[in-house]
């Protein structure tokens, strides 16, 4: 299989699945090694392709916004862990954490969280990595699309981050 094939099938193989893919496993799949799929992922994107990196590997972005929520949240470190849960715990999604840098501007992290498993395995991720959590670089504040079943299910989701004072409030006075 030649390079323009590879990248073929791997468009293929990430369109396929609705779960993240890792790099390794893509490597192993297609017999080269992480790096070339690393590249082969920069060339899908250059030419357009909807391709994002989450903690556990790519995924093809679906476009739709139907059932998104953006929601503003205010926490330390260690409750971060508790927030992604009681999020899925509803039944909701996490997409993504937004922080707004002082120097970069608008910054994005693809989270692509549906369970207690995914949001363990972005935590392990965390510290394995000793990496610090976007909203770290605001002074916790961050951003997070949600994505939603149903109404119910955001409102009961909303209901019990506002309950363990993660929702963001917001100062009529002001």
């Given at each position: 299989?030649?390079?323009?094939?590879?990248?073929?099938?791997?468009?293929?193989?990430?369109?396929?699945?609705?779960?993240?893919?890792?790099?390794?496993?893509?490597?192993?799949?297609?017999?080269?090694?992480?790096?070339?799929?690393?590249?082969?992922?920069?060339?899908?994107?250059?030419?357009?392709?909807?391709?994002?990196?989450?903690?556990?590997?790519?995924?093809?972005?679906?476009?739709?916004?139907?059932?998104?929520?953006?929601?503003?949240?205010?926490?330390?470190?260690?409750?971060?862990?508790d927030e992604l849960y009681t999020i899925v715990?509803?039944?909701?999604?996490?997409?993504?954490?937004?922080?707004?840098?002082?120097?970069?501007?608008?910054?994005?992290?693809?989270?692509?969280?549906?369970?207690?498993?995914?949001?363990?395995?972005?935590?392990?991720?965390?510290?394995?990595?000793?990496?610090?959590?976007?909203?770290?670089?605001?002074?916790?504040?961050?951003?997070?699309?949600?994505?939603?079943?149903?109404?119910?299910?955001?409102?009961?989701?909303?209901?019990?981050?506002?309950?363990?004072?993660?929702?963001?409030?917001?100062?009529?006075?002001?």
């Amino acid at each position: 299989m030649n390079a323009a094939q590879r990248r073929d099938a791997l468009q293929k193989a990430l369109y396929e699945s609705d779960q993240p893919v890792s790099a390794s496993s893509l490597a192993a799949q297609f017999g080269v090694s992480r790096q070339i799929i690393v590249g082969d992922v920069a060339l899908l994107r250059a030419e357009g392709l909807p391709i994002i990196a989450t903690p556990r590997g790519y995924l093809v972005q679906r476009r739709s916004t139907q059932n998104c929520s953006t929601i503003a949240c205010r926490h330390s470190r260690d409750a971060l862990l508790d927030e992604l849960y009681t999020i899925v715990d509803t039944g909701c999604s996490v997409m993504d954490v937004t922080v707004e840098h002082p120097v970069y501007g608008q910054m994005t992290g693809n989270l692509a969280i549906a369970s207690r498993l995914e949001a363990d395995a972005f935590w392990h991720c965390l510290l394995e990595n000793s990496a610090a959590p976007l909203c770290e670089l605001t002074g916790d504040v961050h951003l997070h699309t949600i994505r939603y079943p149903s109404e119910m299910a955001l409102t009961h989701c909303l209901e019990a981050l506002q309950a363990k004072g993660y929702l963001l409030k917001t100062d009529p006075a002001v």
